[in-house]
Nanobody, 130 residues
Framework: VQLQASGGGLVQAGGSLRLSCAAS????????IGWFRQAPGKEREGVSC????????YYADSVKGRFTISGDNAKNTVYLQMNSLKPEDTAAYFC????????????????????????WGQGTQVTVSS
């Protein structure tokens, strides 16, 4: 599967952005999508994930209540709505797909099993100014 992330940009603190992750190819082979971010000098961290069925969504503690992940199966696209953005949200954001989501599409799975995600899109930069 090929993933194309978009929607990043520069926004002031308190503002909003919506990221999109468009998937193409053998999407039925994959069970879920995760969003990750990586700031300069830091490790890549899980932000949120969702199953393709749309039944389960999980978030990192740092974004709960501010970010919402959703999927549009008809468009093979997963969105990450980011509200109340903070300067510490500044990072390159990546989306990734996983074939077997039994251990990864879960509350801690997507955070602890970043390397289990099989296909990665290119990053989209989010910069939040104070």
């Amino acid at each position: 599967v090929q993933l194309q992330a978009s929607g990043g940009g520069l926004v002031q603190a308190g503002g909003s952005l919506r990221l999109s992750c468009a998937a193409s190819g053998f999407t039925l082979d994959y069970s879920g999508i995760g969003w990750f971010r990586q700031a300069p000098g830091k490790e890549r961290e899980g932000v949120s994930c969702i199953s393709w069925s749309g039944g389960s969504a999980y978030y990192a503690d740092s974004v709960k209540g501010r970010f919402t992940i959703s999927g549009d199966n008809a468009k093979n696209t997963v969105y990450l709505q980011m509200n109340s953005l903070k300067p510490e949200d500044t990072a390159a954001y990546f989306c990734a797909a996983v074939r077997d989501g039994r251990r990864t599409i879960s509350d801690y799975g997507f955070r602890d099993r970043v390397n289990d995600f099989d296909s990665w899109g290119q990053g989209t930069q989010v910069t939040v100014s104070s």
